[in-house]
């Protein structure tokens, strides 16, 4: 965990908005600097915004710059530039946003979840990040994308890895390579694990960006039409309801967003949660012990890495999205019986 020093009074934290992983795990750090008396303010936008305005109504909250990255169901190379240019302009935005925030609130201390453009040279500026080794769908980039994350990531006074330095859960991602002042803090999470009564089969728990969210959910929902589990639906977005009709008689309970102690009771409900290979998700459930099927987000080369390399893990069962139809119905019957 993250330890502040008796100087560092004003405290500005900033989450990256892909998906609400990145803002559920800043959570206990926002809490401890609670704890420990900071005044904190919260720098995010679109639903990671929404996620910390549920948690914390009543600490400062300011929006930064959108950076409106989405996933293609190819990988063509025109579109990966795109995003690739829409990650760059969103770092620019968010550093000249930053400025403007120091200029107001002059805290003594940034951690920034993955933003690299929320620093600044006279404010001690901490950058929490899981990825420092990149994999791009195109292994081409690899190279060129890794000098890029190094650069970026040297450029903060610290980097804080959520991982354990040994058997970490990130395996080759939180390799500290090429990365010059790197500390292991341990995974994160928001969440505690209780002996709760399973009420529910199953959690389906989404997240991430569009269409991928949508196209999870609409195939998780096809599968469930067919089976007899019942189950709560988190759909991790503040977008519209999909129709439930022929489902909504199996479901305990759908929510858009939910706070932490709505996931952490959700989780220990549940007898196996279904979600993406996320990894603050991952923390979460590790932390459980929590049984899940994870299926990555396809063009997301962290989230496929991350399904290969907890292959071997038993708390884990791995599905590709393109199989979803024909192994999830299979594999919740072999969890549940």
């Not at 901490?126 to 190279?143: A, C, E, K, S």
Request: proline content about 4%; charged content about 20%; hydrophobic content about 40%.
């Amino acid at each position: 965990m993250i330890k502040f020093e008796k100087k560092e009074q004003t405290i500005l934290i900033a989450s990256l908005n892909w998906g609400l992983g990145h803002a559920s795990r800043m959570i206990p750090v926002i809490r401890k600097a609670i704890h420990e008396g900071k005044d904190v303010i919260l720098a995010s936008d679109g639903a990671a915004a929404t996620l910390w305005k549920i948690e914390f109504p009543d600490l400062v909250h300011v929006t930064l710059p959108e950076y409106n990255i989405k996933y293609s169901k190819t990988n063509h190379p025109i579109f990966i530039s795109v995003q690739f240019w829409k990650i760059l302009r969103g770092i620019f935005r968010e550093k000249y946003a930053t400025k403007q925030l120091v200029e107001t609130y002059n805290p003594d201390l940034i951690i920034s979840d993955h933003r690299f453009g929320v620093r600044h040279k006279k404010v001690k500026s901490l950058i929490v990040i899981h990825q420092l080794q990149m994999i791009t769908p195109l292994r081409i980039f690899n190279g060129f994308a890794n000098r890029i994350n190094h650069w970026l990531i040297n450029k903060f006074d610290a980097c804080l890895i959520p991982d354990n330095e040994s058997q970490g859960l990130g395996g080759y991602l939180t390799n500290t390579d090429g990365i010059k002042r790197s500390y292991y803090i341990g995974p994160l999470s928001r969440l505690k694990s209780s002996k709760s009564v399973k009420k529910v089969d199953v959690l389906l728990l989404f997240s991430g960006l569009e269409p991928q969210r949508s196209i999870f959910e609409a195939l998780c929902l096809e599968v469930l039409k067919k089976s007899k589990v019942s189950y709560t639906l988190i759909r991790g977005t503040i977008g519209v309801m999909p129709d439930l009709r022929d489902v909504t008689n199996r479901a305990i309970s759908v929510y858009n967003v939910a706070d932490s102690i709505l996931v952490n009771a959700c989780i220990n409900e549940s007898t196996i949660v279904v979600a993406r290979a996320g990894y603050s998700t991952i923390m979460d459930l590790y932390l459980l012990k929590q049984k899940a099927i994870l299926v990555p987000t396809p063009g997301q080369p962290e989230q496929e890495y991350l399904g290969k390399h907890l292959t071997d893990n038993p708390l884990f069962s791995i599905i590709e999205q393109k199989n979803v139809k024909m192994k999830l119905l299979d594999e919740l019957n072999h969890l549940l019986n």
